[in-house]
């Protein structure tokens, strides 16, 4: 498919969700008025970022014209999709934490990045960043697996 109809069938699709979501909080409680316009704000930054993509796709280009190559690496693509199923079944048994280093030093490695001290001191940064934030600070649940986790 060309880019150009790929940005054009995407910005419709922009604005049927847009719109979509603009028809549901009609069903909103009054009582739940911020999460309704919070909704209504992302509904509406949908519908302008629909509209510059509509926008842009319609000045010609002849690099618009171009052939989109959906996956440019099938053997990376499906590394990550069988990383991402493994993920999933990890989360059940083993929590949040543990499966989630995991999948980012593997994924990290998997696709490229070849640095292991950094590779492993980022995700663990950014999973102590998870942790507090989400964890600690607005106490969202994570899993903890039928084996407890770290939580």
Sequence with gaps: MKEINVNRISALLGFI?????????RKFPARALSAK???VFLAISLAVLSLVLLLSSLRTSTEKERKIEWIADPIHFFETVAGVVVYFILLQ?????????????VMGWLLGYRKPVKLILISLALLASIYIVFVRFLAVPV????????M
């Design 93 to 105: 048994y083993l929590g949040f934490l543990i499966p989630s280093f995991l999948f980012l030093v």
């Design 37 to 39: 316009r919070y909704v």
């Design 143 to 150: 899993p903890t697996g039928v084996l407890g986790g770290l």
């Design 17 to 25: 969700l847009s719109g979509s979501m603009l028809l549901g909080t």
